[in-house]
């Protein structure tokens, strides 16, 4: 038996959308720059997934930048700003503390090289408090960024009113929406933002291939230079089978964001219930609402999170700590440890992140093992739980 509760690192491909990509790879191999039939076939499998992805966030297609994912959108927002409103004297970029390393180490390059960097600091919700945003703005802050989801703890942020904060100063704002895209609905005015990353991997799409959204007339610099691709808004030749999967993943992800995330709630829910339940020493990480649907981290005292994590691996379930991207290092969650938790508390949480296909029998089957991992982990350390 395999289960993966470890959606929040990437998701399995859609059928439709692997079909999309290798009927593209084989029919449609023209290159969308070129003014023959060959490339214009190409250029509306282009023009399809960009009206595909526009309308899955709200969007007029014209607003969509293919990129090859979440990292290179949150660079090409931070960096592209931050070069586009040099000249205003706008030397000051602000991100929340919990943002994924695409964005902090971006901004600690960028810090390197002379622009002014805040990390906004959150609490034990693990949500960013307005008022912390307010205090940290000022009228040389080029640009916000804030996640819309965290990927390790599933919180919601407050984006629509940071954004007002940020608009409020001249500001612009960035979000990062690779965690919330396909498990809550997303509407670009309503959250008032100004760029918005996604990527198609965190939706049932193809991994290498993601979008920036830019709202029409924002100031963003191209990081990626050459030919006039996008609008000369990101050079290279584009990734035409990967576009063509991630727009059948965002028709999937329309259609579908809504009955899936009232199912994995509950889902979710039951997992976390009955772990707390069953299992001495457990307790939550960050506020259980607003969260996504989909993801609880959860802390095992007196249990290291790499053994339980190798535990359940040997059961058939994959599960992670940290991020994906940090995981493989025994380092300690930066999430965690941005919200103040103590250092046991950093080491011995796991994410369960849940999505297509998983089902109450697997949810049931983990609540079931765990009890039995965990004593065994406890007794061979020769530590128990308080509670
Ligand atoms: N931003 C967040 C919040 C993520 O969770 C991830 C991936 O883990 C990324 C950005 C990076 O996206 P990609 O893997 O497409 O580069």
Redesign the pocket.
């Known amino acids: 038996m395999r289960i993966y509760f470890d959606h ?2 990437t998701t399995p491909v859609d059928p439709a959308v692997a079909e999309a990509v290798a009927r593209v790879m084989t029919d449609t191999f023209g290159n969308a720059s070129s003014v023959h039939h060959f490339g214009q076939q190409a250029k509306a499998v282009l023009d399809e997934a960009r009206s595909a992805v526009a309308s899955l966030i709200a969007a007029e297609p014209s607003e969509i930048v293919f990129t090859s ?4 959108s ?1 660079n090409f927002a931070l960096r592209g700003v931050a070069e586009a409103l040099e000249p205003t004297g706008r030397r000051h970029l602000i991100a929340s503390s919990i943002e ?1 390393e ?1 964005v902090l180490v971006t901004l600690r390059a960028l810090a390197r090289r002379g622009w002014r960097t805040t990390l906004l600091s959150v609490d034990q919700s693990g949500i960013v408090k307005p008022e912390a945003l307010a205090e940290a703005m000022t009228d040389d802050t080029a640009i916000v960024s804030v ?1 819309h989801a965290n ?1 390790e703890i599933g919180t919601i942020q407050p984006i629509t009113e940071l954004a007002r904060l940020a608009h409020g100063r001249g500001a612009l704002f960035h979000t ?1 929406a ?2 919330s895209i396909g498990k809550i609905p997303v509407d670009v005015r309503a959250l008032g933002v100004d760029l918005l ?1 996604l ?1 198609a ?2 939706f049932n799409g193809p991994k290498g291939v ?1 979008a920036l959204w830019i709202k029409r007339g924002a100031r963003v610099t191209s990081v990626m230079t050459g030919g006039k691709h996008e609008r000369s808004r990101r050079a290279g030749t584009e990734n035409v089978a990967g576009i063509a999967g991630l727009g059948v993943a965002a028709q999937l992800a329309a259609r579908k964001v809504t009955t899936e995330s009232s199912r994995l709630g509950p889902l979710r829910n039951r997992l976390e219930e009955n772990i707390l339940a069953k299992v001495s020493g457990t307790a939550i990480n960050g506020v259980r609402e607003p969260r996504v649907p989909n993801t609880t981290n959860i802390s095992f005292e007196a249990v290291e999170a790499e053994s339980l994590l190798i535990a359940l691996d040997l059961e058939g379930v994959a599960v992670s700590t940290g ?3 940090s995981s493989g290092t025994l380092e300690p969650s930066h999430v965690l440890r941005a919200m103040g938790l103590p250092s046991p508390r950093t080491q011995n949480s796991i994410r369960m992140s849940l999505g297509a296909g998983n089902t109450e029998d697997e949810v049931d089957y983990v609540v079931s093992k765990l009890p039995a991992i965990v004593e065994k982990l406890r007794s061979l350390t020769g530590t128990r739980a308080r509670a």
């Open positions: 929040n690192a994912g979440g990292t290179e949150d994924h695409a996640m990927n990062d690779v965690q990353s990527s991997h965190k993601g991020s994906a991207c």
